[in-house]
């Protein structure tokens, strides 16, 4: 019959429109926006209302996540070297970046012209820039890694897009927040939680090395700043690869998520509402 | 009211007669003006390349630009007051993109989406890539990113709320299309050997006569250019001037100074008539 | 001589070695084999290229060219060369053959009158290469403007941004001179006049020289004939910027009435110099640049490059296949990436049939879910560039999770096992029936569709078709299994295939192609818990510089718009080039469209729209 066809859609549709409102008798005088309801709405199996009211809940992005990249230096409270770039201007990262967009100024020796290894300048055109990774992935000391903060919209290019060496510094602390799983394979297969150099020149003179996974021995170990409180703290221990297995077994429980300090976190919490005052006033301005 | 002055009626100083103290609410027309145009940004329906997937993306049900009033998508220019730019620009299509821009009503705005629209992109460097959509239209917002998340465009949306939250009905360089009339129409590129953008022809025939007379015209000469060091660092071995460069581009600076200046005159000359 | 040839094998079914035996057996002097280091097939006379391509086609059995592209040899051979690749619908690998011409008045004869698929191929070749096609009857630029300077693939042509020949560039380390190359420009834009530009003839004619021809404004003739009901001609542009031409495509009809006279598709809108800038390039870059040529189905893309790579690696020295876990990975990661695709094109053929929005909103929904998953996995929602020569970015991460790093952040924790087999084993099927249940018995849908824009499978192997749009026509012709890669040889599907050739067919391939893309991803789940833990790359660890023999590759895969090819050559630097001397995408997209103006033919106005929405477009590939 004509038109059967066109009501088995309708159907459909009104399947979708009533859907919306299920959650809503559901969850009746229950809290709706906790964690859970929030994994369930945004999970594979969703189905009803899944918009993502955005300024007031983000979607935290996944660890792998590609933004913007950005260069990693020590903690300011890193005993010897505080604020030191974990890049050593080997210009890998420039070597295959596909549209070129970094550029790296070797230090240099000012008397004997020797290159030190460190960079003296690092900038990314962040308007060329195609948040493609392979910079993270190939630099052989995990210094360059990509961000996760994409709210950097602007309301002029020519000063703030090609983003300098102060830009892109963060501290290694904030990389460890972000992905912690990801940080933590690194670190394994670094041999330590610190710098390659720094574990390769304390092997050779005996030190101590911090190694993820074995007891926090070391006079320092990088803190992890979780921002939230309902950050589920196994998902960074659980999230061990098997490619790391043999440290891994031991390590699964070690994540020193929980230690975070709450000070930290306020901390945090106000830089971000510094960084969106700053923005709302530009916006006026 | 014969003529409305609006900067009296910005003012917050404005006196309300005795008998209707007390019956009168006031508020700042500007505020009440720029709620309403905030909250119906009307983008247009207009996609060019990869992130426009993501625009449609952030359109859909799981980003919602509904939230915003920005659902309505239109595919004319006559009706938009957004132009999201997303996507390469290529010299070809850019002069479709200045037709639809300049047929677009007064308040326009422009989104750059992504990093292509902004700057050029990844594909920067192709022979039919334009530079960026700022070198033929003015840009308000610029949204980084390839492709910024549908958060990230959210994000600049935002943001262009603001930028309209902060417009001033009494500053007529904010609202040109109050009193002075629309903005002038921009000169449409023409698709001859290469791109030829009609503002930059004095510069075109210079360069054209240098080329007939033997002389070196033309490009890669560098043009001079001041520049400033932007950051000293401190080395291991004490202070160290860094020759990386930033390039304030002066003539860009003084030509926005002009026109800005050509606004302000404009609107003196307007109020006076009145 | 004829009796000779006749065999105890039919001509058309023997391989390809016989095949070529036969043409030089026919033409002793015009075909000679390719013997250049690393490459294969044939070199043809170019002035006998129309009479040996009959032969291919119509006694060896090589009805379908799957790809012409031109190749600019300057400083090696000093010569152009055009390159095809012929198949057999049959399935089975490519006859390739070469036509030499030299570098100044290029010409090789066009090949259009047999394969008419050549049609968008040898106008891209002369607007790019400048090789003129004796022959063409619409010898146009396709990509560029009528006026342009120059033909930009010659590989003596430099862009206004030039820096260097190769990437990457000594600028950057370890003195990175910053600099924006508009600063560098006199124009301060991405611009370059010739020396000898005529300022006088300054006028845009790349409108004008569209519509010459086209027969505008009224014929009296016409009017005179009393017989008719009088109706004008006239020229309407659909496009660039057109809601339903899904991107920056424009197609100039003309209307007798409402009903289409003749179509013809520009494009360039979106000609973002791929394949130049890909020359440009170390080997590895072009992989983050295959995301953003279908930038629905990045990880196919990635896949299709991976592979001729892959092919071009395997010649040299130590090279280690992709291991089994790699190959799951991959093709999970492909199949996916159907139905996304499949999801959008349905989505968007219904808007461009009117019903504005709602379906493509269910079809978005569902795609947000995988988009999730990729986003986990390769780090991005639609720029993946997740496969690498010799296997993935990385495995399966075991969560998919996130932290907060953001004011509100909310994070999400689940196992991506869970998460996938949800997703394959409920969530899709769910959503692909309901599609169905939604759309396919709709009898507006019906009424819009069956009947409208037909290509019978003759036309649509002629006109190169590739994807959903041939297997509508009725030929079951799918790479996966014609001439199968990757893992596909053990999993159990089916090609889909329907035989009206009519929209709706269309429509419901992408349907059929879904369920059986769920099938194989059904097959998928074991094979990854089995080889979990197993290494997902080929060697120790990817790497950037990585080293090719010396040759040519053509690498192909079933892309969910078609057959996705990429013809790479190596040259040059004998001990490896580090980058590919010749860089071409065959893109489905841009070829499918060489059957529009067919099929529009005789068709209503408002249903242009729809075929276009049908052959599902999309302009980052049609472009490039
Ligand atoms: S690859 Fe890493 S260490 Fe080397 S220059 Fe780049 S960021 Fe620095
Ligand atoms: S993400 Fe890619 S494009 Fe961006 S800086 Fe890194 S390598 Fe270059
Ligand atoms: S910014 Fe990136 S995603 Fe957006 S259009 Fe350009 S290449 Fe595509």
Redesign the interface.
Known sequence: M?????L??L???IR?FFNTYVEDLRYVGKKLNS?QE??RR?????SGI???????????????????PFLVVEDDDHPERPGHDWCT?C??C???????C??????????TKR??P?P????I??????????CA??CPFDAIK?D???????????GV??H???KLSKPFSYWR?????TAWEEAVDRGGWEHIDIIKQKQKTGAPVAKPGAAWDSPYVPPIV???E???AE??A??????G?AEAATAATEMPVEDAAKEERRKK?EA??AR?HA??Q???? | MSSLDLRQLHDTEFPIPDEMQGNLAITSLSKVYNWSRRSSVWPMLFGLACCAIEMIATAAARYDTARFGMEVMRASPRQSDLMIVSGTVTKKMVVPIVRLYNQMPEPKYVLAMGACASGGGPFKEGYNVVSGIDQYVPVDVYVPGCPPTPQALINGLIALQKKIDGQSLANMDDVPWYGVGPSDPVPIPILGPDIIDPRQMGLIRQQAMAAAAGQPYGLRELPTVPMKIVSKTASAAGMVEVDAISVVDEAAEADRKARRQDAVARKRAFLAKS | MTDQMIAPVRPETVDIDAAIGILKERFPDAVKDDTREGYGGVIVERGQLVEIATVMRDELGFDYLSSATAVDYLGIEDSMEMVYHAYRTTGGSPLVFKAQTPRENSSVPSLIDIWPGVDFQEREAYDLYGIAFPGHPNQKRILMWEGFNGHPMRKDWKEAYYEEEHKPFDSRWPKGMVRRAEELNVYGKNVEYPADFDLSRLSDDTESSLYAGMGLGVNVEALDNTDELKTDRLVVNLGPHHPSTHGVFRMVVTLNGETIETLEPVMGYLHRNHEQIGERNAWLYNMAFTDRLDYICSMSNNLGYALAVEQLMSRGMRYTPPTYRAEVIRVLMVELTRIVNHLWAIGFLLNDLGAFFTPALYAIAEREKILDFFEATAGSRLMCNYMRFGGVFKDLPERIHSTASLLNDKVRDFDTMQYITELITEALPRAVDELDRFLTDSEIVKTRTIGVGYLPAETAIAYSAAGPLLRGSGVAYDVRRAEPYSIYPELDFDVAVRYNGDIYDRYLIRIDEMRESLRILKQILPRLEHTKGESFFAGNKAVYMPRVALGEAYGRVENPKGELGYYVVSQGDPKGPQNPWRYHVRAPSFINLTALGQMCKGQKVADVVAILGSIDIVLGETDR
């Open positions: 004509y038109g059967v066809g066109i088995k859609g159907g459909v549709t979708h964690t929030f994994e945004q999970g594979a199996g969703s899944y918009t993502v009211q955005y300024p007031e809940e983000k979607i935290a992005v996944p660890e792998r996540f590609r933004f913007v201007a210009g890998i420039a070597k295959v970046c596909p549209p070129q970094i550029w790296i100024v070797r230090m240099e020796d000012p008397v290159p030190i460190q003296e300048a690092f900038f055109d962040i308007d060329i820039c195609m948040n493609c990774g392979f992935e190939f990509m996760h903060d994409y709210e950097l919209a602007d309301y002029d290019r020519t897009h090609i300098d060496k102060d927040s972000i992905a912690p799983t979780p921002v939230k309902e950050a589920p998902a960074a659980t999230g061990v690869p098997a490619a297995a919490r971000a509402l969106k923005k709302e530009d916006g006026e301005g």
